[in-house]
């Protein structure tokens, strides 16, 4: 299945283009609408993607039956299920519409199942990034930075201010993924995400 516009859209705000249509160029000529729905968008490379029709109770070894086999086989890896709820699992075996792998979480069906390939690989990413992102912006981070306590020209940090340090090199390592996936530098050097910083 094709990129969706709210996943190009995503993909260009984690590498820093911006979401400006079209109609905004001659304030911001950076070309890169093109290049994301027009080069990257059908060009990134994908494989089946189908739906099992069989649940996953508990974590551990399981059969579950896909609607579609085609290119499946011992050691595919595959991505299964979307969201907080993906996990990547390999293989085992193939047996008819069965596929034998060694699953972490449990899957309600119907639950939708990808071989990794460029197209799934980006859709777990970005649902990372959003996660981070989101992560950047929470009052978790916000209460984390900043002086604790300020006395007889003693300056004191919350000890969690690392949580923001620590997010941010997250988030930047996904971009960077995500930049390597489909081959399209980060704006602005990796600068995409402003920097909080405490005076």
Partial sequence: M??????IQSLRRHLGYGNISVGGYPYTPDGFLELFSQVVAPNL??????TA?????AAGVTAITLASVTGIAA????????????????VRSVSGSAVTATFAKAHTQPYPVAIESGTAVLRTLLHSADAAY???RSSSITKTAGLKQL???????????YVLRDTLAHYRSIQQQISDLVRVSIAGGGEAVSLLEAY
């Fill in 134 to 136: 989101d992560r950047l």
């Fill in 45 to 50: 490379q994908t494989a089946l993607e189908t």
């Fill in 2 to 7: 094709a990129l969706s516009d709210s996943e």
């Fill in 151 to 161: 006395g007889k020209g003693e300056i004191e940090w919350f000890e969690g201010g």
């Fill in 75 to 90: 050691y595919t890896r595959l991505v299964i299920d979307v969201g907080d709820d993906a996990e990547i699992v390999t």
């Fill in 53 to 57: 029709t069989t649940s996953v109770a």
